[in-house]
């Protein structure tokens, strides 16, 4: 039984191998599972499972191979989504027509879309019943119901919903959605690095047994330094604007770069759309650095993390004017390039989608800064990028 089952797993790239069957024997040996499935697939569960980001990979091979339930879930989604997306456009209401929509409350709401979602069995474009897009049904996205119920991504229709059914809270199941903070304080804990420094107050356990051993038994206490944290960062992040809607984001990363206890130095600045010769010590803008006195007190082993979408009109990156009065002009793509040779280890998170990369400024800005996606994934390879060797 448990062979075929760590097959299963494997196909749906968990890591189990020879050590996880024999901790799963042991634990059924023992009676840990009470001689039920449940109490199997909590025992397994935890065995088995070594990332939360495997939880829903083990629950899918779990029901397909005990349970016999046969699905793709990523395959039904993306489907979903995609549909979704492609909205039919809705058609102009005359007067009389929206005046006969019936408004209902939020618990008739909630009771009709569950319905719905169990008769319902194709897609559906148009009409005032079923689920889909460009009509009047209460249920969907593109059309038009004063109190309906948008489903898929945010966007199109008449912006008249009273409840979202695609705001989903995230447990963390995933590594390809929004962080949370403490998986963003997981992320960055990896750019941690200690150097010996100060006083040698610190007992060398290995070097004392060495030394003890070289002097023919006799104690020889060996002392050093204390590790203490080695790793300076700078965080860059664009405020305002475009980037309003992933204000949580960034207020999420700048709390858990705050809480961090393992970095020797953590320095925070701002700046809107791109770095015009300068960036700022407070959201708001002020008290400002320019950009050479910057470098001048920073050395290129500071770490860089640059947050913004990177999007704004071509002329306020290419665009060239002087940043103060008897410099030459410059555009922001310069002070970009001018940042990025200084510091070696430096990286730009982007909270926009991967899918909308290109075709504009921010296919500008990935030319000179590697650029990843502030997800999960995204910030383990960011993070993997800043500590690679130069």
Same mark, same amino acid.
């Given at each position: 039984?448990?062979?075929?089952? +760590?097959?299963?797993?494997?196909?749906?790239?968990?890591?189990?191998?020879?050590?996880?069957?024999?901790?799963?024997?042991?634990?059924?040996?023992?009676?840990?599972?009470?001689?039920?499935?449940?109490?199997?697939?909590?025992?397994?569960?935890? #065995? #088995?499972?070594?990332?939360?980001?495997?939880?829903?990979?083990?629950?899918?091979?779990?029901? *397909?191979?005990?349970?016999?339930?046969?699905?793709?879930?990523? =395959?039904?989604?993306?489907?979903?989504?995609?549909?979704?997306?492609?909205?039919?456009? +809705?058609?102009?209401?005359?007067?009389?027509?929206?005046?006969?929509?019936?408004?209902?409350?939020?618990?008739?709401?909630?009771? +009709?879309?569950?319905?719905? +979602?169990?008769?319902?069995?194709?897609?559906?474009?148009?009409?005032?019943?079923?689920?889909? !897009?460009?009509? %009047?049904?209460?249920?969907?996205?593109? /059309?038009?119901?004063? !109190? /309906?119920?948008?489903?898929?991504?945010? &966007? /199109?229709?008449?912006?008249?919903?009273? =409840?979202?059914?695609?705001?989903?809270?995230?447990?963390?199941?995933? %590594?390809?959605?929004?962080?949370?903070?403490?998986?963003?304080?997981?992320?960055?804990?990896?750019?941690?690095?200690? @150097?010996? *420094?100060?006083?040698?107050?610190?007992?060398?356990?290995? &070097?004392?047994?060495?030394? %003890?051993?070289?002097?023919?038994?006799?104690?020889?206490?060996?002392?050093?330094?204390?590790?203490?944290?080695?790793?300076?960062?700078?965080?860059?992040?664009?405020?305002?604007?475009? $980037?309003?809607?992933?204000?949580?984001?960034?207020?999420?990363?700048?709390?858990?770069?705050?809480?961090?206890?393992?970095?020797?130095?953590?320095?925070?600045?701002?700046?809107?759309?791109?770095?015009? &010769?300068?960036?700022?010590?407070?959201?708001?803008?002020?008290?400002?650095?320019?950009?050479?006195?910057?470098?001048?007190? !920073?050395?290129?082993?500071?770490?860089?993390?640059?947050?913004?979408?990177?999007? $704004?009109?071509?002329?306020?990156?290419?665009?060239?004017?002087?940043?103060?009065?008897? @410099?030459?002009? %410059?555009?922001?793509?310069?002070? #970009?390039?001018?940042?990025?040779?200084?510091?070696?280890?430096?990286?730009?998170? @982007?909270?926009?989608?991967?899918?909308?990369?290109?075709?504009?400024?921010?296919?500008?800005?990935?030319?000179?800064?590697?650029?990843?996606?502030?997800?999960?994934?995204?910030?383990?390879?960011?993070?993997?990028?800043?500590?690679?060797?130069?």
């Amino acid at each position: 039984m448990i062979v075929p089952f +760590l097959y299963a797993l494997r196909r749906r790239k968990l890591p189990v191998g020879t050590q996880e069957a024999v901790n799963l024997a042991k634990a059924l040996s023992l009676g840990l599972h009470e001689s039920s499935l449940e109490g199997f697939y909590e025992v397994a569960r935890a #065995l #088995l499972v070594h990332s939360e980001q495997h939880l829903d990979d083990f629950d899918i091979a779990f029901a *397909e191979h005990f349970r016999g339930v046969t699905f793709d879930a990523v =395959k039904i989604t993306e489907e979903i989504r995609g549909w979704l997306e492609e909205v039919q456009k +809705l058609r102009e209401l005359t007067d009389e027509e929206k005046a006969s929509i019936e408004a209902l409350d939020l618990d008739e709401l909630q009771r +009709l879309f569950e319905q719905r +979602l169990k008769e319902q069995t194709s897609r559906h474009d148009g009409g005032n019943r079923w689920i889909g !897009t460009g009509g %009047t049904s209460p249920f969907g996205r593109g /059309g038009y119901h004063p !109190t /309906g119920m948008s489903v898929g991504p945010a &966007g /199109g229709g008449s912006r008249g919903a009273v =409840k979202s059914a695609d705001a989903r809270r995230y447990k963390g199941y995933r %590594t390809d959605v929004v962080l949370d903070l403490r998986q963003i304080e997981v992320a960055l804990r990896r750019l941690r690095a200690f @150097n010996r *420094e100060g006083y040698a107050d610190e007992l060398d356990i290995e &070097g004392t047994i060495d030394a %003890t051993a070289k002097n023919a038994g006799e104690l020889d206490v060996v002392v050093r330094p204390p590790r203490r944290p080695d790793t300076r960062v700078l965080l860059i992040m664009d405020v305002g604007g475009s $980037m309003d809607p992933y204000a949580d984001a960034v207020s999420q990363v700048f709390s858990a770069a705050k809480r961090a206890t393992h970095w020797k130095e953590l320095r925070t600045f701002y700046f809107h759309n791109c770095v015009y &010769g300068r960036v700022y010590r407070t959201d708001h803008f002020g008290d400002p650095i320019g950009v050479h006195e910057l470098l001048r007190v !920073t050395s290129p082993k500071y770490k860089v993390i640059f947050l913004g979408d990177a999007l $704004m009109a071509p002329y306020e990156l290419l665009a060239t004017s002087a940043d103060e009065p008897g @410099n030459p002009p %410059t555009s922001g793509l310069h002070w #970009l390039s001018v940042l990025r040779e200084h510091f070696p280890h430096s990286i730009w998170l @982007n909270p926009e989608a991967p899918r909308g990369w290109s075709g504009n400024t921010i296919e500008a800005v990935r030319s000179v800064f590697p650029m990843f996606h502030l997800t999960v994934d995204g910030l383990t390879e960011a993070v993997q990028e800043l500590t690679r060797r130069r």
